[in-house]
């Protein structure tokens, strides 16, 4: 199919039933690089944002192992019929089949069908290298590059690439949904602290622990990293304690342990925990892993306690939200050279 013929299929798709053209509202493109075996996942997400992103989503399913050439191309509309009206708002999609030489030449593919005058953001739903094929080329095409970190099969490496690539001013902003995911953490230890009385006690801290499953690796490093980058500890050592990796950070009021316990039976993260002067502050989920709840100690002595909705978050409610963003996010910059500096401890 040539590229006309990909937009006279998509305008008939959005074909109301009078015949009159569908309303297409794209507010981004969404370029995904995917595999045979992952693809319908992709596309469901894909189906899923369409009520609340509507875009044009090309899913690149490449093959770059397979020796005999191989094109072929589908189009899709996911349609919302809107209040009232009952005209259709639709998002588009293009899914592109490239096996041998024409896996090798994916931005020539999804180049000329961008939407103009949108923002472009590139997904890697699976595990991501910059060594990856074409993915050079691809991030041309970008304005932002989205990955999920904890889906490589070493995290540690992965994050430490990341780190590179966001410093790298040439290359397009860098969005990791792992990152997305540690937002509600980040708010519940970040409240913790906001009464004025706690500040000193903030300032104290010299023991973290963090509980997490073979899954949360990631997002565990990245806590670590974003408490340390954001309370200026800078990482000095580094060991492994009976199964927990234990990072030794010199910060403004001397020694600071972090360690990052793999040992949680139900969660990607569980817990985690930080000990001040006097207080110790939690925020752990509970109750099957829906809410979580923070707590303030004084040795024995509850002081404070505060439940939250958590929930669980679909990949295309994480995916949504860091579709919502456009430039460059200082704060998971900062965690990551963090991350990167431990690691090379």
Partial sequence: MSVEQVERELARLRMDEDGTPGLRASVLNLVTVTDEESAGEVTRIVSKLAGRFPCRAIVMISDTEEQ??????????????????????????????????????????????????????????????????????????????????????DSGVCLQELSELAQDTSMPAVGDLQWVGLSPWRSLVTALFDPPDRREELEQIHRVEILHDSRG???????????????????????????????????????????????????????????????????????????????????????????????????????????RFRGRDESYAAALRTVAEMLEL
Avoid: K
């Fill in 217 to 323: 690796e990631s997002r565990a490093l990245l806590l670590a990293g974003w408490l340390a980058s954001t309370l200026g500890w800078r990482p000095e050592s580094a060991r492994d304690n009976d199964g927990a990796r234990e990072f030794v950070f010199d910060g403004p009021s001397g020694e600071i342990t972090v360690a990052l316990d793999p040992g949680s039976e139900d969660a990607s993260l569980r817990r985690v925990r930080l000990y001040g002067r006097e207080l110790s502050f939690q925020v752990s989920r509970h109750r099957e892993l829906t809410e979580a709840m923070s707590t303030v100690m004084r040795g024995e002595e509850l002081l404070g306690e505060r439940t939250v909705q958590l929930g669980f978050f679909d990949q295309d409610i994480i995916l949504g939200e860091e579709l």
């Fill in 68 to 153: 005999d050439a191989n094109l072929d191309i589908r189009v899709s509309a996911f349609c919302d019929v809107q209040g009232g009206t009952g005209s259709q708002v639709c998002a588009e999609q293009v899914e592109i089949h490239a096996e041998g030489p024409p896996a090798h030449h994916l931005m020539s593919l999804a180049g000329p069908l961008l939407l103009p005058d949108l923002p472009v953001f590139l997904w890697y739903p699976g595990p991501f290298t910059p060594n990856l094929p074409e993915f050079s080329s691809m991030a041309d095409l970008a304005d932002r590059i989205v990955v999920n970190s904890a889906a490589a099969s």
